[in-house]
């Protein structure tokens, strides 16, 4: 059972704006702001794509933004194309030392 | 650039060792934590564990306690994982990460697929 939640699915047509929520506890998403989120394609590696919450990697489009309320992270991608179709997972750092992953969601642009 | 090639594929009978590597490249490999993690079949991610700068600590998921072992060499700019007592759940890709500075994964290795099988 991972420990943060993810909706298992979400879509959204091309050009619309979508959110993909990761809710952990006060002791990870809660805590600290070591929240990062991972794209992953088919049969790929995983990507980062957001860490410390909402800070973007050089070369990370800025359709990807991240956010956080409480114990619930937040993803939203913003002007979606055919190429956002993947896998994305949160990970939070937790007061054990340790990461945590959510389940993931997959991502279909219809 | 930052590169982490991994060791190959690996089929191990249950209760089997495994010890995979993973050569750094394209950066100061001495002053970086390094993560493993791994992911089964159609399955999402797993943090594994992760190795200080200097190897001299780790930080291990009680799940994995007792059964996973990681080191790290600096000449060879090499990180290992040793995973005992494998058991056909332990069938992944295991990737090898580096951390970011900010605790985060910004760079994956290739990973490495372990098929566990009798």
């Known amino acids: 059972q991972p420990a943060l939640t993810q909706p298992a699915s979400v879509s959204g047509s091309p050009g619309q704006s979508i959110t993909i929520s990761c809710a952990g506890t006060s002791s990870d998403v809660g805590a600290y702001n070591y929240v990062s989120w991972y794209q992953q394609h088919p049969g790929r590696v995983p990507k980062l794509m957001i860490y410390g919450v909402s800070q973007r990697p050089s070369g990370v489009s800025h359709r990807f933004s991240g956010s956080k309320s409480g114990n619930t992270a937040s993803l939203t991608i913003s002007g979606l194309q055919d190429d956002d179709e993947a896998d994305y997972y949160c990970s939070s750092y937790t007061s054990s030392t340790s990461w945590v992953f959510g389940g993931g969601t997959k991502l279909t642009v219809l | ?118």
């Open chain 2, 1 to 118: 650039q930052v590169q982490l090639v991994q060791s190959g594929a690996e089929v191990k009978k249950p209760g089997a060792s495994v010890r995979l590597s993973c050569e750094a490249s394209g950066y100061p490999f001495n002053t970086y934590y390094m993560h493993w993690v791994r992911q089964a079949p159609g399955q999402g991610l797993e943090w594994m564990g992760r190795i200080s700068p200097s190897g001299d600590f780790t930080n291990y998921p009680q799940k994995f306690q007792g059964r996973v072992t990681m080191t790290r060499d600096t000449p060879t700019s090499t990180v290992y994982v040793e995973l005992n007592s494998l058991r056909s759940e332990d069938t992944a890709i295991y990737y090898c990460v580096r951390d970011g500075h900010t605790w985060n994964f910004d760079y994956w290795g290739q990973g490495t697929l372990v098929t566990v099988s009798s």
